[in-house]
């Protein structure tokens, strides 16, 4: 790139939304609609693209080539601030593009490097205001946030906490900020299963978004979250109303082609799944996955996801053919979108081992399931309760083969798991522990 143009580029990241649009831009890149001087030479250089590797897979190394030529260009960017500055420690320009710049990372999926710039962002304004002022509200937010998407909601929550705190002390504070504060602490406490207080910040943050004018899409959002917690509740009715009336909001507002709307009609759906209506979960993830398909196109992420949760629905309602159909094809999205090292591939493949064991395909079964098993172990590294639900899967299929000593050692590793993460006495370590009593009676009485 040559220098002016660079300067140019670098010149956009004194904001957070530059740094967005930047990341927009250049991690947008579709060879595909690539121009060339001869139509003879685009024509050719697609046709090696698409016979060597493929334009998604050849669009998404190029994508993640630039998002990461970006982010150390953002980082760079920032250093030399700090190293031009007479006093960076106190420097309020360098702690608001550090919180910029932070921000930016975060909604990139660069966590690490995120905090980094928020921790030093914040250092500089307690530095410059005191502990106790707003502006450290606002980046104390943004470290929650970031904490959030890493799945520390401990962290997020101590942060978190404290950004409302400097709210609330404000004589007039803003309370659309206050209420998205309140949303993340909800959602931090729902996923730390602490769900009376997730309900509790939910309806908190949602009197006072219904209490602002033009806040459709807030309320909206929160009546989604205030219904996730009603279905894990068991409040049925409650958790159907919610989600109507989020649907209905954004409707209203947006559309049926909308992606918020589509967010709507996809927890609505899920909640279906759950509470075993098939059917109508099946007609509106038909909605998702058609909006979807529509904007994203039938070849992405998102798509892939939906696509499997259909294949769920159909999998609850005993229709194995059907689901094995749809976990195949959200597993051959995922393949070309994210590869085959990610946890959610390990998810297909969990679904399509669990198709093969309800039709009593036990090797089928077991091949699948050691291929989630691999594939957790290369991303997640850690002997988790997801890690669990694999062994015990993979351990009850290789009963169904008569693999009884190679089950079993699968079937304890996902009890001591569950011992250690569910206790003793929950009911899902009681009910594997009466498997493995089972099958040692089944073994004697074989032996004999």
Same mark, same amino acid.
């Given at each position: ?70 982010? %150390? ?21 360098i702690s608001g593009l550090c919180n910029q710049v932070g921000y930016a990372l975060?909604? %990139? ?32 937010? %943004? ?30 504070p803003d309370q659309s900020a206050m209420a998205k504060t309140v949303m993340s ?81 996809? %927890? ?109 172990r290369n991303t997640v590294n850690e002997e988790n309760s997801s890690a669990a ?60």
């Open positions: 790139m040559p220098p002016s143009q660079k300067d140019a580029m670098v010149g956009t990241m004194n904001s957070a939304d530059g740094i967005s649009y930047l990341y927009d831009v250049f991690v947008s890149t579709a060879v595909e609609k690539a121009q060339a001087s001869a139509e003879s030479d685009r024509t050719r250089i697609l046709s090696m693209v698409e016979s060597d590797v493929g334009f998604q897979s050849f669009n998404y190394q190029v994508n993640e080539l630039l998002r990461n030529w970006v982010k %150390n260009s953002a980082i760079e960017f920032v250093n030399a601030m700090i190293e031009n500055s007479e006093d960076s420690g106190n420097d309020e320009n975060n909604v %990139n999926g660069e966590y690490d490097e995120a905090l980094i710039m928020l921790d030093n962002s914040l250092q500089i304004a307690r530095n410059i205001y005191g502990d106790d002022h707003i502006n450290c509200s606002v980046v104390c937010n %943004n470290i929650g946030q970031v904490y959030m998407n890493k799945g520390e909601y401990e962290n997020a929550l101590g942060y978190l906490r404290k950004a409302l705190d400097l709210q609330q002390r404000y004589e007039e602490i909800g959602a931090a406490s729902f996923h730390m299963d602490k769900y009376k207080d997730a309900l509790e910040c939910y309806q908190w943050a949602l009197n006072i978004n219904l209490s602002l004018d033009g806040n459709d899409d807030e309320v909206a959002s929160n009546y989604d979250n205030l219904g996730s917690v009603h279905k894990i509740l068991g409040n049925t009715d409650e958790a159907n109303a919610c989600y109507l009336k989020a649907i209905s909001i954004r409707e209203e507002k947006f559309g049926d082609m909308h992606p918020d709307t589509n967010l709507s009609y996809n %927890n609505y759906a899920s909640m279906l799944s759950d509470i075993g209506q098939q059917d109508k979960a099946l007609e509106y993830f038909e909605k998702v996955l058609h909006v979807e398909t529509k904007i994203l196109g039938k070849n992405h992420y998102n798509t892939a996801i939906t696509i499997h949760n259909m294949g769920l629905a159909y999998f609850r309602d005993n229709r194995y053919d059907q689901a094995l159909e749809f976990y195949r094809r959200s597993l051959e999205v995922k393949l070309l979108t994210i590869g085959a090292n990610h946890a959610s591939t390990s998810t297909s493949y969990l679904g399509i081992g669990g198709v093969y064991a309800a039709l009593g395909k036990f090797p089928e079964s077991v091949d699948n399931y050691e291929k989630a098993l691999a594939i957790h639900y694999i062994y015990n899967n993979l351990g009850i299929s290789l009963v169904g083969m008569e693999s009884y000593e190679s089950g079993l050692e699968y079937l304890t590793k996902a009890k001591q798991i569950w011992e250690k993460d569910l206790g003793q006495e929950h009911e899902r370590t009681i009910a594997l522990k009466e498997d493995i009593a089972g099958i040692h009676k089944l073994m004697n009485e074989k032996d004999k």
